[in-house]
């Protein structure tokens, strides 16, 4: 990375703390001065990555984030504040970034990352970092990093637990990997809950997210040894961090342009899941049902603790592991409507898959969850 010719006075008061620290000193600040770094989402790692890289100096930060600050997002996306529920995520972590470093340029990308725009973004930038929380943007940002030849950090999170590398193909030192060397193919939809399904500690944003600016400021101004080739764990409950080191899988082909990645996680119904489709129930529907009197079998598929928060009156728990185990199968009527639901409906598909496998032909399951029941029949009821 090119340093900037020079630092301001302001900017050496400033920065004081990293030039009299052998091996930054002024050169390196002058590089984070120079360095433009895109962060793909402002949410739970996109949050810490931004506030550290803007107080660090990085001078320029561009942002790709299409959506806006939810409730839900305060227990750990600390760019965020509460006049900002409602607002676009982008432009409240701008406001946020301008309050802790003028230096700073940020550029909003209001947009999804897509395959039609992330190569050329990409190319405007020398660093890149993936903050997002699914399969199909993780693939799109490595493929468009491997096409436009830069380096990216990359982090994820679940519940107490966090992962980062460093991935860059074209790495001068013939080091570099890319994330489909760690992870060849995208797990089946359902198989690893979203943070949205399953859970984040809010801190564990914390943990992993400076790490990954750690990882963006040793790569910007070459102090170090990066993650490059190597993955890093962290266990917040063992606390915990180990690294291993990553091969290049022999059997990679090479990525020579970007795809239809929704298509690629399987996101795209395929035949069975567009016909599992047809076995869904509004949630109109089943309040007719339930207000009806047909006998019906009302199964919550999701973890106690979410039952805890809020369960439809009249269902059954039954977690989704029990079914998918074939352990609770016996416990189900056969000759009964059977109606599965979860948070969203991502589960309760995948529970239903299982039942209609086993023969269970009346068995459906609830559009959009106990989110849409709550949303369309019941708002009394708190949303998580
Ligand atoms: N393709 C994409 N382009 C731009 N931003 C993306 C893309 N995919 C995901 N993001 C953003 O990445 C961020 C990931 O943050 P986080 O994992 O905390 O999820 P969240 O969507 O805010 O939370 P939750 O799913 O729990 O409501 C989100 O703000 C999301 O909008």
Redesign the pocket.
């Known amino acids: 990375m090119e340093p900037a010719a020079d630092l301001t006075r302001e900017e050496v008061a400033r920065y004081s703390r990293h030039l009299i620290i052998p091996g930054v000193g002024v050169v390196g600040q002058r590089r984070l001065k120079n360095a433009r770094v895109l962060c793909?989402?402002?949410?739970?790692l996109?949050s810490p990555v931004l506030l550290y890289l803007a107080a660090a100096g990085v001078g320029t930060l561009g942002i790709?984030?299409?959506?806006d600050v939810?409730s839900?997002?305060l227990q750990?996306?600390v760019i965020h504040g509460i006049a900002d529920v409602g607002r676009p995520?982008g432009e409240s972590a701008r406001d946020t970034i301008r309050g802790i470093n003028d230096n700073v340029e940020v550029r909003l990308h209001p947009v999804?990352?897509d395959p039609g725009n992330a190569v050329a973004l990409f190319e405007q930038y020398d660093l890149i970092l993936d903050?997002?929380?699914?399969f199909a943007?993780r693939y799109l940002v490595n493929d468009a990093a491997v096409l436009a030849g830069k380096p990216y950090v990359w982090g994820s999170i679940f519940r107490f637990e966090g992962q980062v590398s460093v991935f860059w193909e074209a790495a001068p030192d013939g080091r570099g990997l890319n994330y489909r060397d760690l992870y060849p193919e995208a797990p089946p939809p359902g198989m690893v809950p979203?943070?949205?399904e399953g859970g984040v500690l809010g801190v564990l944003c914390a943990s992993v997210g400076s790490i990954m600016a750690t990882e963006a400021v040793k790569l910007i101004t070459g102090i170090g040894e990066s993650l490059l080739g190597r993955l890093m764990i962290y266990d917040a409950l063992a606390m915990s961090y180990r690294t291993v080191t990553l091969r290049r899988d022999p059997g990679r082909v090479p990525v020579t342009e970007l795809v239809d990645y929704e298509s690629f996680c399987g996101v795209v119904p395929d035949d069975g899941a567009a016909a599992l489709a047809e076995s869904t129930i509004t949630p109109t529907e089943l309040r007719r049902l339930l207000e009806s009197d047909r006998e019906i079998e009302l199964i919550d598929v999701r973890e106690p603790v979410e039952w805890d928060i809020v369960h439809i009156e009249g269902a059954r728990l039954i977690p989704k592991d029990r079914i998918l185990s074939g352990e609770a199968l016996a416990e189900l009527p056969q000759h009964r409507p059977i109606v599965l639901h979860c948070k969203t409906g991502i589960r309760s598909a995948e529970a239903l898959a299982v039942l209609k496998e086993a023969g269970f032909a009346d068995a459906t399951h609830l559009q959009g969850g106990v989110l849409a029941w709550a949303q369309q029949v019941d708002p009394s009821l708190p949303v998580y």
Not at 40 to 44: E, L, N, S, T
Not at 64 to 67: G, K, L, M, S
Not at 131 to 134: K, V
């Open positions: 793909i989402g402002a949410g739970g996109g790709v984030e299409f959506d939810e839900s997002n750990r996306q995520k999804r990352l903050g997002t929380d699914n943007t979203s943070c949205a």
